[in-house]
């Protein structure tokens, strides 16, 4: 039941899938070992509309656009937000409170703008790529990698100020941010086989670290722009590696 209510948590927060009944009100932190578990689920929301657009004739792009639109959907855009955001003030600030302000402003700037085109395109064009089974899988292995190198920064990581979403997220314990990794490892390794996973794996994990160290030392920390930033970032780079050995 623990961890039942602990994928409900995630799911209300990290989707916008509508979930019966009450969830008890805790920080999104204590969820964090289901992370992955969301990604399957929005992984597998993206690969069957990729595989619907295939079955009715579009071409491998334009099937690879829709299924990326529909996690898009499904998550609310959340993580796209986040790297717009992130783009316009870690690109567009020049210290650590002229960044975290920009990162705050509703607006959209030349750099986000940038930022989104060059995620969707990357995402569609790499899909496009992959054969029908083999572009759902890497979507669900995309997605659960990406959402356990979340986990792992905002364990290792702190909040880059005192309010927010990701201060009031909470911190994980790192326990359960390496439970979220060995999940979205064994998602992996049953998506892509032992060698593309370790591979997917690896470049997560660089991802992140590189990811947590830029926002360290420019705005102090993490913030929720910056996690949906490394998530959309690491499922560019499980797609590529997928894409690679096809």
Known sequence: MAWFEDLRLALA?????????????????????CFPLVGVVVGLGGGLV?????????????????????????????HE???AD??????????REQRLAIMSDSRIGSYGVLAL???VMARAALLAGLPTAHGIAALIAAHALARAGMA??????????????AAG????AEGDALVALAIAAVIAWIALGPVV??????????????????????IGGYTGDTLGAIEQLSEIAVLAVAAAVV
């Open 169 to 172: 997220a909470g911190k994980p």
């Open 117 to 119: 085109i060059v995620s």
């Open 197 to 218: 996973a370790a591979v997917a794996l690896v470049a997560t994990l660089i991802l992140a670290w590189a990811m947590a160290r830029l926002g360290k030392r420019l």
């Open 81 to 83: 937000d986040g790297l």
């Open 13 to 33: 927060f990290l989707t916008r899938l509508p979930i019966r009944g009450d969830i008890a009100p805790r920080p999104l932190a204590a969820a964090v070992r």
């Open 50 to 78: 990729y595989a619907l657009g295939l079955k009715l004739g579009l071409p491998p792009l334009g099937a690879a656009l829709f299924a990326i639109v529909a996690t898009g959907l499904l998550t609310g855009a959340l």
């Open 152 to 165: 792992l920064v905002m364990a290792r990581g702190m909040p880059a100020k005192s309010g927010g979403l």
């Open 86 to 95: 992130s783009a316009d003030g870690l690109a567009g600030g020049h210290d």
